[in-house]
């Protein structure tokens, strides 16, 4: 549920999807078209009670990869955005909050291989902390 409520989030803002349209996947982007996002979540064993809920948190790992660096900063950007404003009820979890890692700031790689070309990929990568029940 998790997975789908972050896909949902990124999909429906329109910060992101004017960069990105649907090309949000978890774990793994199989598609040559950039801009793209990949996501991730690990769910934290430690719950905490709150009233007649529990709370859950997971740790959600975002990377933005396009053809330019300027262009993967500004996806990370939206996606931050988007992901920081983010709280309610997406199909199945209430979520209360994202918090960006403070210890991590977008780090840059170049990835030099994509696919079967020899382009270059620019990848920014942020983990946040999400709160849900």
Do not use: W
């Not at 040559?32 to 790992?61: C, D, M, R, W």
């Not at 270059?120 to 029940?133: D, H, R, S």
């Amino acid at each position: 549920m998790v997975a789908e409520a972050i896909y949902k989030i990124l999909t429906t803002d329109a910060g992101v999807s004017a960069l990105c349209g649907i090309r949000v996947c978890p774990d793994i982007y199989l598609g040559n078209v950039q801009p793209a996002i990949v996501y991730s979540t690990v769910e934290s064993i430690k719950t905490h009670a709150q009233g007649a809920t529990s709370l859950k948190f997971y740790t959600v790992t975002i990377e933005c990869s396009a053809s330019t660096l300027i262009q993967a900063r500004q996806v990370s950007a939206a996606v931050r955005t988007a992901l920081t404003v983010a709280a309610g009820y997406y199909g199945g979890i209430t979520i209360k909050r994202f918090r960006m890692n403070d210890g991590d700031t977008d780090g840059e790689t170049i990835d030099p291989q994509v696919g079967d070309e020899q382009t270059v990929q620019y990848t920014t990568k942020t983990e946040y902390y999400l709160t849900c029940y």
